[in-house]
């Protein structure tokens, strides 16, 4: 079946430590994004790339790196110089409209 | 100003009530309009899409009010699991298709 996998399911990061969060995807999509949600907000975009080898920064980018070597793949980088990184992270897929999303992966900074 | 703007409740319903709740967006242009559904700690999943002349799925219907702006989710009949939050979500292609998501509204339907 087509979908879209993140890993890990939960992720524990310390102080001042890069940690990546993985996305792949098998259903041909172009466009894959990365979103952060906070306890009782909603989505908010850090990056999307709507091609191999480009990416934009959304609306919370700082801290954060993306790649987009391959369509499948659209890991995300949460690096030190993000300060509140603890947060729901969702990775997506789209055509056009069309969205599917990841189960999510839970970073904790510990 | 929010792209887009939800009442975040609680609704606290019982069942078989009816709740209804609706989404304001700031930007004229979007074309697009959804209501996902998010159950704690989990992925938002698309419930239904909006169309111009309003849409309704079993017991849910939607509704776009282009003049004001903004979108409505009613639900009908509320069984215990429609208890979850209810985020609304706008798109157009003048913004590459990306969606801006409100903050979500959280219905509970108690027995």
């Known amino acids: 079946d087509g979908g879209i996998t993140q890993s890990p399911k939960y992720l524990f990061r310390k102080e001042g430590q890069n940690v990546t969060l993985s996305c792949e995807q098998n259903?041909?999509?172009?466009?894959m994004y990365w979103y952060r949600q906070d306890p009782g907000q909603g989505l908010r975009l850090i990056y999307y790339?709507?091609?191999?080898?480009?990416?934009q920064k959304g609306d919370i980018a700082e801290g954060y790196s993306v790649s987009r070597e391959k369509k499948e793949s659209f890991p995300l980088t949460v690096t030190s110089a993000q300060k509140n990184p603890t947060a729901f992270y969702l990775c997506?897929?789209?055509?056009?409209?069309?969205?599917?999303f990841g189960s999510g992966t839970r970073l904790t900074v510990v | 100003r929010k792209e887009v703007e939800q009442d975040p409740g609680p609704f606290n319903v019982p069942e078989g009530a009816t709740v209804a709740f609706n989404c304001t967006y700031s930007n004229s242009a979007s074309q697009s309009f959804f209501w996902y559904r998010q159950d704690c700690r989990k992925e938002p999943k698309l419930l239904m899409s909006?169309?111009?002349s309003g849409n309704e799925d079993g017991r849910f219907t939607a509704q776009l009010n282009r003049a004001s702006q903004y979108i409505s989710l009613l639900i009908r009949d509320s069984k215990l699991s429609d208890s979850a939050t209810y985020l609304c979500a706008v798109t157009s292609v003048e913004y590459d298709y990306k969606l801006s998501f409100g903050a979500g509204t959280t219905v509970t339907v108690r027995a």
């Open positions: 790339s709507q091609i191999v080898n480009d990416f």
């Open positions: 997506a897929s789209s055509i056009r409209d069309g969205y599917t």
């Open positions: 259903l041909n999509h172009d466009a």
């Open positions: 909006v169309y111009s």
